[in-house]
């Protein structure tokens, strides 16, 4: 009798031991932000995870990474967006997710500005004015930095008063719909404005006008103006 009180009594401590061993260990944790919200340009936003398991994240667009792609117990993750190239929102989702938990978070980017969509370089493709004369600005190139530095590229006599022109430097501003482009010609301040109608990420139709008389009509010449797009490598 005392042998099965005392296996029935180690028995029980054994039993008792797998209970509390069950209750020591912690259901899993994995949590994050529900969104965020990053400007139009590059911009990125650290988030927390907290969390007692291992973890992986993982963007549904190639616009937005994340960063580390894995992760065990708390952590930050850093969400990076590309420039957006249009003047429209747009949003994607990361998935954050362990073995059995699964979270989403909302990416929100706004509108890129139309500053921010100008730079780079653009090229006047056509003139709709009824006087084939002005198709002499077709063709001229405006290279637009960042830094609001720019180069018109001309390449050719405006007019029989001046001289060829290769190139000009100068700088660059958007004031409401108006981009003006500053430089000087012949040592006298020169300034060519496109005052834009009709705006795309890729082009653009607008009324140019400039400080030097008899270039272009008086009330200003119609333009299109494209972007000039990179030559991709073979």
Do not use: Y
Not at 63 to 78: A, M, Q
Not at 157 to 175: A, F, R, Y
Request: with cysteine; glycine share 6%.
């Amino acid at each position: 009798v005392m042998k099965k009180i005392l296996f029935l009594g180690v028995l029980l401590s054994f039993s008792l031991l797998i209970a509390c061993g069950d209750d020591d260990d912690p259901d899993p944790v994995l949590n994050v932000t529900d969104e965020v919200e990053l400007d139009g340009g590059v911009d990125e936003e650290i988030v927390n995870i907290t969390s007692n398991i291992s973890w992986t994240a993982e963007s549904a667009d190639t616009w937005c990474t994340v960063n580390p792609p894995s992760g065990t117990n708390d952590g930050k993750l850093t969400i990076k967006v590309e420039a957006n190239p249009d003047m429209k929102d747009r949003s994607t989702t990361v998935t954050v997710k362990s073995a059995t938990i699964e979270r989403k978070i909302t990416v929100k980017q706004n509108p890129a500005s139309m500053e921010a969509l100008l730079v780079g370089d653009w090229e006047i493709t056509d003139q709709t004015h009824e006087e084939p004369a002005f198709d002499i600005v077709v063709g001229i190139i405006f290279e637009l930095k960042e830094d609001k530095s720019a180069v018109a590229i001309i390449e050719r006599q405006l007019t029989p008063e001046l001289p060829n022109i290769d190139k000009l430097e100068g700088t660059w501003e958007l004031e409401g719909m108006k981009v003006t482009f500053a430089s000087k010609l012949m040592e006298n301040d020169f300034g060519i404005t496109l005052e834009i109608k009709e705006f795309g990420t890729n082009a653009f139709e607008g009324t140019m006008t400039t400080t030097q008389p008899g270039l272009l009509p008086a009330d200003g010449l119609p333009v299109i103006v494209e972007r000039v797009q990179e030559e991709e490598e073979d």
